[in-house]
């Protein structure tokens, strides 16, 4: 919703858009491959995918604009203090479709912790991941729960445990509701990160990630009707089709396309669309909602299409700097805009024309969002970076006590 430093071989995404370096290419070779199937290389490129951190932003972009002007109209009016209708009649039912920008993040975040992950050891993949998402994460929290406790905001006050548990990023597994509503898609990317660290630990080749690949679509496949709650709750079904699309494309990227790789997207692209698509059975109720179940369909598919041409390498000369920037505002901007934007637009929405004021909030949150990534997060991942780097943290028992 991705979300590292300048020593690391590659970026790092979340949903949450996870990966401040998120797009830095790697890699790779396009060279025929014969009978053999390619293994893991020594990287040879070292510059950033632009086009990657682009589509991330807006990504994050849509989201904020989902929840500021799309929601449901019950929703709606409790934000504005007023019908939808009289606020964006037209325009709500088109920003509807700006939460499917989570899905687009999961499926970046497939293409880029391949990406970064590649020739790391298991202890550099979990440092890489915790110094990723904790600090900014926890900064997060500390503002939303100013905003959720001390401000009268549309949010209510919960109890206190949620803060602690939300502290953890586990409050799925533990039962807890989001402090923000936004942090739902933590837990799809912690997910990804525990059962890839398991092929990490192996060795990241060709033919491990294709495995790990399939592994995971059956496993989606068969999760819903296999009545194990806890396989659900670890493979996300509804969101797993867009990581193992991101990890293909990865390959694409890395190798050369093969009608082996265009199946595992082809495949996730019906999957994607079939939970999508399901009344009550996948994340988006989408009934609630006006668009039509066509536009959906196209919606998902351009976004398959864009990350296809970043992988084919169609994108390769688009190295605009703003892209890069834009990219580490991403995760920033997804955790804070909720809490803060939606409790000013509740606060001030009736006192200026609504385009304004969500044009005027979208533009605060951006600032807000730079000045948490660079001296805020930047800075925190880097010192736990070193921390969990030393001695203090190696597997290594400590010398006993003389």
């Known amino acids: 919703m991705t979300q590292t430093d300048h020593r690391e071989p590659a970026g790092t995404t979340t949903p949450s858009g ?27 490129r070292r510059d950033r995918l632009a086009a990657l951190d682009g589509l991330r932003f ?43 920008g989570v899905e687009l993040f999961f499926l970046i975040s497939g293409f880029v912790i391949c990406m970064s992950a590649w020739g790391r050891t298991p202890r550099d993949f979990f440092i890489s991941r915790v110094t990723r998402l904790y600090p900014m994460y926890w900064a997060a929290i500390a503002v939303t729960a100013c905003v959720v406790y001390f401000a009268d905001n549309p ?39 525990l059962t890839f660290a398991v092929v990490v630990w192996k060795g990241l080749t060709y033919r491990r990630v294709v495995v790990y690949c399939g592994l995971w679509t059956v496993a989606a ?25 991101g990890m293909a494309y ?3 990227y890395r190798y050369r396309p093969t009608p082996l790789l265009w199946g595992i997207v ?10 999508l698509l399901t009344p009550g059975g996948g994340r988006v109720d989408w009934d609630l909602w ?33 892209l890069t920037v834009a990219g580490t505002l991403t995760f920033p901007l997804y955790l804070l805009h909720d809490a803060i934007g939606v409790t000013v637009l509740h606060h001030f929405g009736d006192r200026a024309d609504p385009w304004a004021m ?28 070193r921390w969990l780097s030393s001695a203090a943290f190696s597997l290594k028992p400590p010398a006993p006590h003389r």
């Open 221 to 245: 496949v068969l999760a819903p009707g296999a009545g194990i709650p806890l396989l659900t709750l670890l493979v996300n079904p509804p969101s797993a089709p867009y990581f193992i699309a």
């Open 155 to 193: 949010f209510g006050h919960p109890p206190a445990r949620v803060l602690f548990a939300n502290l953890t990023m586990l409050q799925k597994p533990l039962g807890v509701e989001n402090l923000d509503s936004v942090y739902w898609t933590l837990w799809p990317e912690l997910c990804f990160y």
């Open 266 to 275: 082809a495949m996730s692209w019906l999957v994607a669309l079939h939970y």
């Open 290 to 322: 006006s668009p039509g179940r066509g536009w959906l369909i196209l919606v998902i598919t351009v976004f398959f299409l864009l990350v296809a041409a970043i992988a084919l390498g169609w994108t390769s000369r688009l190295r605009w700097r703003g």
């Open 358 to 385: 969500v044009g005027a909030t979208v533009a605060g949150l951006v600032a807000l969002s730079y000045v948490m990534q660079r001296f805020v997060e930047r800075p925190v991942a880097r010192a736990a970076r």
């Open 58 to 100: 807006l990504a994050a972009l849509s989201v904020v604009l989902f929840h500021f002007v799309g929601q449901v109209p019950t929703t709606m009016e409790t934000i504005w203090g007023r019908p939808v209708g009289t606020v964006f009649p037209e325009a709500h039912g088109y920003f509807a479709f700006g939460r499917l």
């Open 250 to 252: 990865y390959l694409m």
């Open 18 to 44: 996870d990966g401040e370096r998120a797009a830095r290419g790697v890699p790779g070779t396009r060279a025929v491959v014969g009978a053999r199937v390619p293994e893991a290389g020594p990287p040879v």
